[in-house]
């Protein structure tokens, strides 16, 4: 089942997390600045020198956001209200995408934050930087995260192929495939009753064997 898209609410709220997160950086950035100008203000080091931390400030802000997008779909405030940032196929989206969803998302606040708000008018909960990126942030309270190129509705589906018996002694496989994967894996399995357990039950044990090692 797709997950659903987030909520304005949900999304705010992961926000204000980040906001505090990036805020924090940010203030370790002011202390190491004024260190270096022996505790004087960082616009009495010169132009070039407001002009380089700024850029420094920025990228900071933009490493925070694109790291974590482009390598866990999630930072640690979207991990804390369990959303996940998808591509439009499921995925983890890459450092592009992640790098074009952050200036586009800067666009969005610009008209008061009018690019965020637009998702309450949307049919499918996107804002504009999640139109513009290809992306949508949903809902995955309890979902791990994935590697990059991974579907997050993928989920691995086990088989179980009997085999012949011999006595007593049961053998088959097990194949375990999952659509996000080429191929599958496939494992023998050896499946012993041995004498009656507490109560004149069977007990059974069942294990998996090496390939060509079915003893």
Request: a positive charge.
């Amino acid at each position: 089942m797709t997950p659903q898209n987030s909520s304005l609410l949900r999304r705010f709220a992961a926000i204000l997390y980040d906001t505090l997160l990036v805020f924090a950086f940010l203030v370790i950035l002011a202390i190491l600045a004024n260190s270096s100008l022996r505790g004087e203000n960082v616009y009495a080091g010169g132009l070039v020198f407001v002009r380089v931390y700024n850029a420094i400030r920025f990228l900071v802000v933009f490493l925070f956001f694109v790291v974590y997008w482009s390598t866990r779909g999630r930072t640690l405030g979207m991990q804390s209200w369990g959303l996940q940032l998808q591509t439009v196929d499921g995925s983890i989206p890459s450092i592009s995408t992640a790098s074009i969803r952050f200036f586009a998302a800067i666009l969005s606040w610009i008209p008061f934050g009018l690019g965020f708000a637009w998702q309450l008018w949307d049919k499918d909960k996107l804002s504009w930087h999640d139109r513009v990126s290809g992306t949508r942030l949903a809902v995955h309270a309890d979902q791990h995260t994935a590697s990059r190129g991974q579907r997050f509705e993928d989920k691995p589906v086990v088989h179980l192929k009997p085999g012949p018996s011999h006595g007593g002694r049961h053998t088959g496989s097990v194949q375990i495939s999952c659509a996000s994967l080429q191929g599958h894996d496939q494992w023998p399995v050896r499946h012993d009753r041995h004498g009656a357990g507490p109560g004149g039950r069977k007990d059974s044990r069942a294990y998996i064997v090496q390939k060509g090692k079915q003893n």
